[in-house]
């Protein structure tokens, strides 16, 4: 024989004319003891009531949106008549707020069947919006499970009403991070994840796979964005007599078919800052307890290709002259967009260059290129008026867009070796210094 038992809404404390905000049970399904069976909201809270015990749902006399109050019938459950007593046992504490108040229990009998109605305060889990999970509005269980999982629920995105965030939203959440962790190196934590669109419906599209550099490079520039907190520093350097001298000797690399960009002497002016600020020079170990500072000054180049952004190694720049330099910049900057570099090529930088300023712009913010600590990003050398001596003279002036890892490098030495690099730019002959 089965008994037919009607559960009706507990004591609520203060609370009436709570709205029904959720109704996680279906008729048919069969449920267990303190599963969730709707979830109510007042102005201060919102509270699961649980099943006092299992059973299948027969009947739902509410729906979202309903307001309740204490006695008001919620569900008919259908259970075992030898287990139905036995399982009407006060439910275990929830880690959440509580409003424990007593059980009461009526019985009506009904011909072939027990009705029993049941009012169960004891495991009314009232989850106050105050817990580590910020404003929130999400039920006790959907908390419960956020908990359980280390989820947090401020990055999930709420799909139920006036933007509340029920199971299902925790579910998704979970499946779109376990999907990201299989494509890409994210850190699993907690970030939210973009929305899927369907672009479609706002016009026509056409979907083109990335490239593989493409899908690679992504990877590596997310990784180093989440891993490294960034700031740029911005510096002008005056390099108005460094291009009157690389005009001059451009006829003469061009007989040792070498062509002499601005670049190479960027390079030669970043090894002297180096060497003058060594923290720039290195990487954080894995643990994050020690600089690793470098003797060598291996420059890694971003190199625009077809397929996407490399970042060849020029090795041992110190040591090597500007012609040298230019010779070996083409020849890499060649192989990389005939996407013959291998990887060992683009190992072991200990500082990079982003160069922009053969295409234009004023400035941007560089990415720093892990384990790197520092990245210089240059952008399109402009005349600027610059005042000197009284008057406002034309002088060629180079942006400068200096990225560091600020765990490794403080903002006053930023800018000291932004400085330093202006400088040695400005007046080339620092070099031999
Ligand atoms: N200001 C003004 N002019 C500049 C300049 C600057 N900062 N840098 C280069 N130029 C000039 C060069 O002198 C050259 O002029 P001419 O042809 O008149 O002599 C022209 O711009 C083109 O230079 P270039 O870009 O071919 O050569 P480069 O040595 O400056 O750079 C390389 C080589 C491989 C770095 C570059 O071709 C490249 O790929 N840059 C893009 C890097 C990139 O994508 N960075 C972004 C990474 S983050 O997404």
């Known amino acids: 024989m089965s008994n037919l038992k009607e559960v009706r809404v507990p004591d609520l404390g203060n609370v009436s004319g709570a709205a029904i905000i959720e109704i996680p049970i279906k008729v048919g399904e069969s449920i267990q003891a303190e599963q969730a069976l709707i979830t109510l909201e007042s102005d201060k809270a919102s509270m699961d ?21 204490k006695g008001d019938f919620i569900v008919l459950l259908e259970t075992e008549a030898d287990t139905a007593v036995a399982e009407e046992k006060p439910a275990a504490k929830k880690e959440t707020t509580e409003t424990a108040a007593a059980n009461v229990q009526q019985e009506t009998a009904k011909p072939a069947e027990t009705i029993t109605t049941v009012v169960n305060t004891e495991d009314t889990a009232v989850s106050s919006e105050d817990d580590d999970q ?3 509005h999400a039920g006790p269980g959907v908390r419960r499970l956020a908990r359980e999982f280390g989820l947090n629920l401020n990055l999930i995105t709420g799909t139920g009403q ?10 998704n959440f979970v499946k779109s991070r376990l999907n990201q962790t299989g494509q890409s190196s994210g850190t699993g934590a907690g ?64 007989k040792q078919n070498v062509k002499l960009t601005p670049l190479v002497f960027i390079m030669k002016a970043v090894v002297t800052a180096l060497k003058e600020f060594p923290a720039f020079n290195a990487s954080l170990s894995a643990d994050g307890e020690q600089l690793i500072l470098k003797k060598y000054f291996h420059i890694g180049i971003a190199v625009d290709t077809p397929e996407g952004l490399v970042v060849p190694v020029i090795r041992d720049v110190d040591k090597k ?81 200096l990225s560091y890892d600020h765990r490794v490098i403080d903002g006053a030495e930023g800018a000291r070796f932004s400085v330093f690099l202006a400088d040695c730019l400005s007046d080339i002959r620092r070099w031999l210094l």
């Open 162 to 171: 006036k933007g509340r965030v029920v199971k299902e939203d925790l579910q």
């Open 321 to 401: 002259s500007l012609l040298e330099l230019a010779k070996e910049l083409a020849e890499v900057s060649n192989k990389a967009r005939l996407k013959q570099l291998s990887s060992a090529d683009m190992q072991g930088s200990s500082f990079t260059i982003s160069s922009l300023g053969g295409i234009g712009g004023t400035a941007f913010t560089p990415i720093v290129n892990l384990p790197d600590v520092a990245i210089l990003g240059v952008s399109k050398a402009q005349f600027k008026p610059q005042y000197q001596d009284g008057e406002f003279i034309p002088r060629l002036m180079l942006p400068l867009c």
């Open 191 to 254: 970030l939210p994840s973009a929305p899927q669109i369907d672009f479609s419906q706002f016009g026509e599209t056409e979907n083109k796979p990335l490239s593989r550099i493409k899908k690679l490079s992504a990877q590596y520039l997310h990784r180093n964005w989440l891993l490294v907190p960034h700031v740029t520093q911005f510096n002008e350097a005056d390099i108005t007599e460094l291009e009157a001298f690389r005009k001059a000797q451009a006829a003469f690399a061009a």
């Open 49 to 69: 009531i649980p099943a006092p015990f299992a059973g299948k749902v027969k009947e739902i006399k509410v729906k979202v949106g309903d307001k309740v109050s």
């Open 134 to 136: 910020g404003d929130v």
